[in-house]
C-alpha cells in the first residue's frame, strides 16, 4: 500500500481535529463572555478585564508552549506502545506545571509595580491588580490541566476537553455573575470578579478532567495515577529542551501583535480600532489551522513512535491538502465578506474603511500562516521546536517589525502607510517563515524516514 492510497489519514486526523476546534473556540468564548459581562458593569470595568488579561495572556501562552511538549512525547509512547513510559511523562509534566503555576503567581503578584512604567492609570491600577490576583489563584490548576489535557488528546480522546470546556463555559457565566455583583460574603468587585471566576473555572475544569481521566475504561491501559511520583531529570529535561522553544515562540508570537498596538496608538483610536478587528477576525479565523497543527502533532508523534513509514507519509499529505484548503477557504472568506465584518464590531465608518482594506491582508496573512503552523505541528511531533523558534524569531522580530516599522511611520519608502504597512510587514514576514520552515520540514522529514527505515532511534 502506497502512502496515497492509505485510507485511515484523512479520517484519523479530522476526528482529531474537529473537537480540537471546538475546543479553541470554547475557550476563547470564556474571554469573551468576561469582557460582555464586565462591559455591561461599566467602561472602567470592562477596561480592568483588557488590561488585566492582556498583562496575564503572555504569560499564559508561555506556560503553554512550555507544556505543550509533552504532547509529542506522549503521542510517540502510545505509538510505540511504551505504555509505562506514558505516566513517567505525565507525572513530569504535572510537576514541571505547578512549577511553573507557582512562578507565574509570583509574577504576576509582582505586576503591580510596572503599573506606573506601562502606564495605567491610579484610577484602573485598583481593579487591575484585584483581577491579577483573583486569576493567579488559578495557575497552578489550569498549568496540571494542560497536561492531562495533552495527556488525553496524545491517547487519542480529544472530546472529553471538549465537553468539560463548554460545561466551564456555561458555570462561567454564573461565576462572573456572582463575584461581579456580590453575594452574601462575598462582596461586588466588578470587572475585577471576573478573575476570581476564572480561577474557580480552572479548578474545576482540572477536577472533572482529572476524574474523568480515573474513572474512563479507556485510560486504562496507562493508569497514570497509579506510579509513585519521582523527579526523573532525564525526561525532565527532555521536556523542557522542546518546551522551552516552544514557549519562547508563543510569547514572542503574540508580543508583537500586543507592540504593534502600542506603536499604533499615537496614530489615534481609528487606526488602532482598524487594527484591532482585522486583528480579531485573523484571530478567530486561525484556530482551525491551530487545531490541525496540534493534530498533525499528535499523529507524527504516533506514527514515528510506531515507526510507521507509510502512514507518516499518508498523513503528511493528508495534512497538507487540508491546511492548503483551511488556508484559502479562510482567505476567500475575509475577501467575500471583509465589507460586512467590520460592522459586527463598530458603527465607526472611518474604522469600518481601514479594517476593509486591511482584511485583504489578512486573508494573505492566513495563506502563510496556516502553511507555517502546520510545519510547525509536524515539526513540533518530530522533536523538532529550535530550529522553528529561530525562523519565527528572525521573520516576526527581525523581518516583519522593521519592515512594517518602516512602511508604517517612516517616509523612507514612500509616504507612511499607517496600520497597511504594519500588516504588509507581517504578511511578508509571515511569508518567509512559511518557506523557511517547509524547508526544514522537508530536511528533517528526510532524515527521519532514513532513521525510521534503517530501524535507528529517532533524538
Known amino acids: ?3 496515497t492510497e492509505h485510507p485511515h489519514a484523512y479520517h484519523a486526523l479530522l476526528r482529531l481535529l474537529l473537537p480540537l476546534w471546538l475546543t479553541q473556540l470554547l475557550q476563547m468564548g470564556h474571554g469573551v463572555v468576561d469582557t460582555v459581562m464586565a462591559g455591561h458593569v461599566s467602561a472602567p470595568a470592562m477596561a480592568a478585564v483588557a488590561v488585566g488579561s492582556g498583562l496575564w495572556l503572555p504569560l499564559l501562552l508561555f506556560i503553554n508552549g512550555v507544556l505543550l511538549a509533552n504532547l509529542p512525547l506522549l503521542a510517540e509512547a502510545r ?12 507525572h513530569q509534566g504535572l510537576m514541571l506545571a505547578v512549577i511553573l503555576g507557582l512562578g507565574a503567581m509570583l509574577v504576576l503578584g509582582s505586576a503591580p509595580l510596572l503599573f506606573s512604567s506601562l502606564h495605567i492609570g491610579s484610577d484602573l491600577a485598583p481593579s487591575v491588580t484585584l483581577y491579577l490576583h483573583g486569576i493567579s489563584l488559578g495557575i497552578p490548576a489550569v498549568c496540571m490541566f494542560m497536561v492531562l489535557r495533552a495527556y488525553s488528546e496524545s491517547l487519542g480522546h480529544p472530546v472529553p476537553v471538549t465537553i468539560i470546556s463548554l460545561a466551564t463555559l456555561i458555570l462561567n457565566i454564573p461565576l462572573n455573575m456572582l463575584f461581579i455583583h456580590g453575594w452574601g460574603p462575598i462582596p461586588a468587585m466588578g470587572g475585577a470578579g471576573c478573575g476570581y471566576a476564572t480561577a474557580c473555572v480552572y479548578w474545576v475544569s482540572l477536577l472533572m478532567l482529572a476524574l474523568w481521566i480515573s474513572w474512563a475504561p479507556s485510560y486504562q491501559q496507562t493508569r497514570w495515577f497509579s506510579l509513585p511520583i519521582g523527579w526523573d531529570a532525564v525526561l525532565l529535561k527532555r521536556i523542557l529542551h522542546l518546551g522551552l522553544p516552544l514557549g519562547a515562540s508563543l510569547f514572542f508570537e503574540v508580543s508583537i501583535f500586543a507592540l504593534i498596538a ?36 499528535m499523529r507524527t508523534g504516533f506514527y514515528t513512535g510506531a515507526r510507521d513509514v507509510q502512514g507518516l507519509l499518508a498523513m503528511l499529505r493528508a495534512g497538507l491538502k487540508l491546511t492548503l484548503m483551511i488556508a484559502f477557504t479562510n482567505a476567500a472568506l475575509l475577501i467575500g465578506l471583509r465589507h460586512w465584518l467590520p460592522t459586527l464590531y463598530t458603527q465607526d465608518q472611518a474604522a469600518i474603511a481601514l479594517a476593509r482594506h486591511l482584511l485583504i491582508y489578512t486573508a494573505c496573512f492566513q495563506v502563510f500562516d496556516a502553511i507555517q503552523v502546520s510545519a510547525t505541528g509536524v515539526l513540533r511531533g518530530l522533536k523538532d521546536t529550535r530550529g522553528p523558534f529561530w525562523i519565527t524569531l528572525i521573520a516576526y522580530w527581525g523581518l516583519a517589525l522593521p519592515l512594517g516599522y518602516t512602511l508604517g511611520m517612516t517616509s523612507w519608502w514612500g509616504p507612511a502607510r499607517g496600520a497597511p504597512g504594519y500588516w504588509s510587514g507581517l504578511v511578508l514576514g509571515l511569508g518567509i517563515a512559511a518557506c523557511l520552515l517547509s524547508w526544514r520540514l522537508k530536511q528533517h522529514l528526510s532524515k527521519t524516514i532514513l532513521k525510521l527505515t534503517a530501524n535507528r532511534p529517532i533524538t
Do not use: C, D, K, Y
Not at 263 to 276: D, M, N, R, W, Y
Open 1 to 3: 500500500m502506497t502512502a
Open 79 to 90: 505509538g510505540a506502545q511504551r505504555w509505562g513510559e506514558v505516566p513517567r511523562i505525565v
Open 262 to 297: 502600542v506603536i499604533l496608538a499615537p496614530l489615534g483610536p481609528i487606526t488602532v480600532a482598524g487594527h484591532q478587528i482585522a486583528l480579531n477576525v485573523s484571530s478567530l479565523l486561525f484556530m482551525l489551522p491551530l487545531s490541525l497543527s496540534n493534530a498533525l502533532t
